[in-house]
């Protein structure tokens, strides 16, 4: 027990910050998801003490994620019945334990960096932009949708402009002033006061908005804030009613082929968006540490389980809440699993209390995570590494704000499988010519990719030319490269061109190259 304590005095108001924003966001996609509040709220409780517990991760937060609420709303719309889509979720969480074992974790591995910084840019800037309507009091889309084309048949954009066109001047007042809290919270003189290290600033924001809000409630209640404008939480009446919040699923649907379906599909993509969360959790930890992967997937799987075995929406690692807790100073996942326990004594002890929060000041803690996620200085650092580097991290970020995450990403890795073509292409074959003599050297790994090349340069070669063919720094020649330089070499003499192989005697694949005597 002593490791879950030994960073206590970081992660217990690391733990509060995750907790405020994650409430709203578990709320939100549960409403966007077409299912009950409490099992977004009960899906947040288990992401964070369930998968906390059996997780690797130092610094991931789990719950439910935004990227999966197209495919449950249309799922609970197929199968009719919630319990039957909680089957679902078991049968998901029961299929990432099996992925977990067949080491398929490995998969988060091959995305490359410059695809993982641009989805945190992406994030970041998610986060600013539809935090902003929020921020001055419009609320028409729920909080926590990550999608550029909104359920209301707005998008991003046009909800920022309509935002503008309805706001609440409270929520402007409460919304300025918790970002300036947060602003001052993050000065060096405030960090080297030792009693702030231990106040959170986005709980003194929460702890304000609140207050402001009560104030104008009775002073003038013709503007404060009220209904989609706070906090909205399941109220027990008593705890035989916060019982009643549970669902069981119903082993009568395993018959059904459209559980299984969605099951398997929950699966994948639960998966992929936490291999993907993982990969840039890591990439911000200021410690570097590095998760492994297949034990996150079998943590998942065990979170799901659970989740669907009590009526909780399914689970993956959140990029949002863990940049969250990252940027709150957490050090272990005892943050996480903490946030999970709270989260629980607070919906069941004060739901009353938590509903005067103003949705204004909790979209500031995420405009100003969002800002920590997509700071100037970060696309400055890819641009100055060179195109190959930038341009797929910068695709990535318009894929993903154009579209949704995984589309995004795969986008940006198609970029960044154009890019490295391109550079094996330039750096592959290497050909220099000094008058009459040329050197075409082959490097690193000589794919059929190269042939058109390959091609290019021998044929370009004049009459009466001398040529060294060096092979000894190639690690693999593809046999159609070989077949092409067999061919030049067969017809060389015609143009009066010599011809000289030099070969490695440690690869045998270059013993294939004709000798240019067979010529």
């Given at each position: 027990m002593q490791k879950y304590f030994k960073y206590a005095g970081a992660d217990l108001p690391a733990s509060i910050v995750v907790l405020l924003v994650a409430l709203p966001l578990c709320l939100g996609i549960a409403l966007a998801s077409g299912a009950p509040l409490f099992s977004g709220i009960i899906a947040g409780i288990i992401g964070g003490v369930v998968v906390g517990f059996f997780s690797a991760s130092q610094?991931?937060?789990?719950g439910p994620a935004?990227?999966?609420?197209?495919i449950v709303s249309v799922a609970i719309l197929k199968l009719h019945v919630y319990e039957a889509f909680l089957l679902s979720v078991v049968i998901a969480g029961i299929l990432q334990v099996i992925l977990g074992f067949l080491k398929a974790g490995i998969i988060g591995d091959y995305v490359p960096n410059s695809v993982i910084k641009g989805m945190l840019a992406a994030i970041g800037l998610i986060l600013i932009l539809k935090q902003l309507p929020h921020l001055v009091g419009y609320d028409a889309d729920y909080v926590g949708d990550e999608n550029f084309a909104q359920m209301d048949n707005a998008n991003t954009f046009t909800e920022i402009a309509k935002a503008f066109g309805a706001f609440a001047p409270v929520a402007i007042l409460i919304g300025t002033l918790s970002i300036g809290i947060l602003i001052?919270?993050?000065l060096p003189f405030m960090k080297k006061q030792v009693i702030f290290k231990y106040i959170p600033g986005p709980l003194v924001v929460v702890i304000l908005g609140a207050i402001i809000n009560q104030y104008?409630?009775?002073?003038?209640?013709?503007?404060?804030?009220?209904?989609?404008?706070?906090?909205?939480?399941?109220?027990?009446?008593?705890?035989?009613?916060f019982l009643s919040f549970f669902t069981f699923p119903d082993i009568h649907f395993l018959s059904n082929i459209e559980v299984w379906k969605t099951g398997v599909t929950l699966a994948v993509v639960a998966s992929l968006?936490?291999?993907?969360?993982?990969?840039?959790?890591?990439?911000?930890?200021?410690?570097?540490?590095?998760?492994?992967?297949?034990?996150?997937?079998?943590?998942q799987g065990i979170g799901n389980i659970v989740s669907g075995l009590i009526g909780g929406l399914p689970i993956t690692s959140v990029i949002v809440r863990s940049s969250a807790n990252v940027?709150?100073?957490?050090?272990?996942?005892t943050s996480a699993i903490m946030h999970g326990l709270l989260m629980l004594m607070c919906v069941l002890l004060i739901p009353l209390l938590l509903n005067k929060i103003p949705l204004s000041g909790l979209a500031a803690i995420l405009v100003f995570t969002g800002y920590k996620l997509a700071k100037v200085s970060l696309f400055k650092e890819f641009f100055d590494k060179g195109w190959d580097q930038f341009m797929p991290f910068a695709v990535t970020i318009v894929a993903i704000l154009m579209t949704d995450l995984l589309i995004g990403i795969v986008v940006g890795l198609a970029v960044a499988l154009f890019f490295m073509v391109r550079s094996n292409f330039r750096s592959s074959i290497f050909v220099v010519n000094d008058e009459n003599n040329y050197l075409v050297r082959l490097r690193k790994d000589v794919s059929f990719l190269n042939k058109p090349i390959i091609k290019k340069k021998l044929e370009s070669v004049p009459a009466n030319a001398y040529v060294l063919i060096d092979a000894t720094r190639a690690d693999f020649?593809?046999?159609?490269?070989?077949?092409?330089?067999?061919?030049?070499?067969?017809?060389?003499?015609?143009?009066?061109?010599?011809?000289?192989?030099?070969?490695?005697?440690?690869?045998?694949?270059?013993l294939l190259f004709k000798q240019p005597a067979d010529a």
């Open positions: 610094l991931s937060v789990s935004a990227g999966l609420t197209a001052l919270w993050e104008f409630i009775i002073s003038a209640p013709s503007l404060a804030l009220e209904g989609k404008e706070l906090v909205r939480l399941p109220v027990a009446q008593h705890f035989g009613h968006e936490t291999l993907l969360g993982i990969e840039a959790v890591d990439k911000i930890d200021p410690l570097k540490r590095v998760t492994p992967t297949n034990t996150e997937l079998k943590a940027g709150a100073g957490a050090k272990s996942k020649i593809d046999k159609d490269i070989i077949e092409e330089v067999n061919n030049f070499m067969v017809h060389a003499h015609l143009k009066n061109i010599k011809v000289e192989i030099k070969k490695s005697s440690f690869k045998p694949m270059h």
